[in-house]
């Protein structure tokens, strides 16, 4: 009897045990059934955004990226080859950090010793990326660097901020963080801490990390540390388990979506700012700053190996003063110093032979449009050569005026003939004089004054033979004026 009573409890309980269970699984799954969901809903909805960049004409056209906002932009001519809301203020999160560090080198010596304080550690969330550091311990600069290009390190940030200030009012690391972003060309940025941790108040662009970049990705100190695999900080008195940690970024060598032509790069992520990615790459003398932003793992990297890639095979560099031919500055008297008294002549100005421009490569010189600024800003440039391709700035050209050094001079020109220095006279300070120039110089100038002499000599002649022949006797001075008298009456 008992065990039939146990029979038909298990048979009423099954159902629902099997119901609950059923509901469990189904609760269960839709959480990241949910999350993916919207991840991809924001995936769909980036898309079918505007890409600015393939509006213009005779443009090529740029990949479909899923992230909100993206920029490849041309690192040393700041043209932009790709746009898309590049403009739009978005969270950094921690791509802030290329700022912070870039102004620590900038600031400080690799060697200074940065102190951790209670703040700077206890401020930090300790779910966010840190390296575990504590009151008291300490890194040098060049670890500190390290520590928050490869690991992220949030509390090390603050402490850096600390060191350059000489506080710990974040404040006022956040107002030199500004200063220098607007230095750097920045349109719509405002920081308000070293980290980039969430803020209402802290947001930049795509455009503005790229200019930031620029400065951050040409120095090949901070580069190379965004591309090693690990920190290794050794034991010391000020750090007594040391540190060892890895590098997360996937786009640098080893990692999964390893970009053999990177250069430097920073990730960055939270919640409200999603994944970002700042990178620069280089090919063929070509270097591109990359830019993604409110992105979804792992498309921020995807996504920049196809910028990349639409970069370096749709645009070219084209050297200005090897091609540039409709100001014929070696042809026009405007561009001469003259001729001097030997009557030879040379330009006084000349292209910059490292400048150039930015092209599609379906587009020939050309059809850029181009115009002269001579608002240079330098005493060493004559003007500047602005270059545009259906309104969209490619870069420009220095006029730079002819170096002295370039130009001849009477007392350092060798002659092909001179005779060769002895051994033994080679301690004793030579001019080296062109004698033949000196010559002809004299020569001319012996002339000039033969020909003033002869020419004084003749009037002076002129005029005391006139005295003679009019004033020779006393009578005929009275006969002279007395003709003079008669011709004035009449």
């Known amino acids: 009897m008992r065990k039939k009573r146990q029979n038909d409890l298990h048979n009423r309980c099954h159902p629902l045990l099997a119901a609950a269970l059923a509901g ?26 505007e890409i600015q960049s393939n509006d213009i004409p005779g443009w090529p056209a740029g990949p479909v990226v899923g992230a909100e906002s993206a920029i490849l932009m041309e690192a040393r001519t ?17 791509t802030t950090k290329i700022l912070t560090a870039l102004i620590a080198s900038e600031r400080c010596e690799m060697d200074d010793t940065v102190i951790f304080s209670h703040d700077a550690v206890f401020d930090t969330p300790r779910d966010s990326s840190h390296i575990a550091m504590n009151p008291g311990e300490e890194l040098t600069m060049e670890q500190s660097l390290n520590a928050i290009l490869i690991r992220s390190a949030n509390e090390v940030c603050y402490a850096v901020a600390e060191h350059i200030t000489g506080t710990t009012d974040w404040q006022a690391f956040a107002d030199i963080m500004n200063e220098r972003a607007a230095q750097l060309g920045c349109l719509n940025s405002h920081f308000v801490n070293p980290n980039g941790l969430p803020d209402e108040n802290h947001y930049t662009t795509a455009y503005d990390l790229a200019m930031i970049g620029r400065a951050f990705f040409a120095d090949e100190m901070l580069c190379k540390i965004t591309l090693s695999r690990r920190i290794d900080f050794p034991a010391t008195e000020k750090l007594p388990l040391g540190k060892l ?42 270097k591109l700053i990359c830019v993604v932003m409110h992105d979804e793992s792992p498309n921020q990297y995807q996504d920049t190996i196809a910028l990349y890639d639409y970069g370096f095979s749709n645009f070219e560099q084209v050297n200005v003063a090897q091609t540039e031919d409709r100001y014929q500055i070696d042809n026009t008297g405007l561009f001469y ?13 000349t292209l910059n032979k490292d400048d150039f421009i930015l092209l599609p490569r379906t587009a020939t010189f050309e059809d850029a449009l181009s115009s002269i600024s001579y608002d240079t800003g330098s005493e060493d440039q004559a003007a ?6 259906h309104d969209v700035p490619i870069g ?28 033994s006279d080679s301690e004793k300070p030579i001019i080296f004089v062109n004698v033949i120039y000196i010559l002809i110089g004299a020569g001319i100038l012996a002339g000039i004054l033969l020909v003033v002499l002869l020419i004084r000599i003749v009037l002076r002649n002129y005029a005391f033979a006139g005295r003679k022949k009019r004033h020779r006797t006393r009578g005929g001075r009275r006969e002279w004026r007395r003709k003079n008298r008669m011709r004035y009456r009449r």
């Open 384 to 389: 500047i050569i602005s270059y545009t391709y």
């Open 396 to 423: 420009s050209v220095r006029v730079s005026f002819t170096a002295r050094e370039e130009t001849d001079n009477l007392f350092d020109i060798l002659p092909e003939d001179m005779p060769p220095v002895l051994e």
């Open 78 to 94: 700041g043209t932009i080859l790709y746009s898309k809301n590049i403009h739009q203020q978005q969270y950094p999160a921690s």
């Open 337 to 349: 110093s003259g001729n001097d008294i030997f009557g030879s002549s040379r330009p006084f100005l």
């Open 245 to 286: 940690e890895n590098n997360n970024m996937k786009i640098i060598p080893g990692g999964e979506y390893a970009y053999e032509y990177l250069v430097g790069c920073k990730t960055g992520y939270t919640n409200q700012a999603r994944s970002c990615l700042v990178s620069c790459a280089e090919k063929d003398g070509m």
């Open 24 to 49: 469990m699984l189904v609760l269960a799954a839709a959480v990241p059934v949910k999350a993916s969901s919207d991840a991809e809903l924001r995936l769909e909805a980036h898309r079918a955004m």
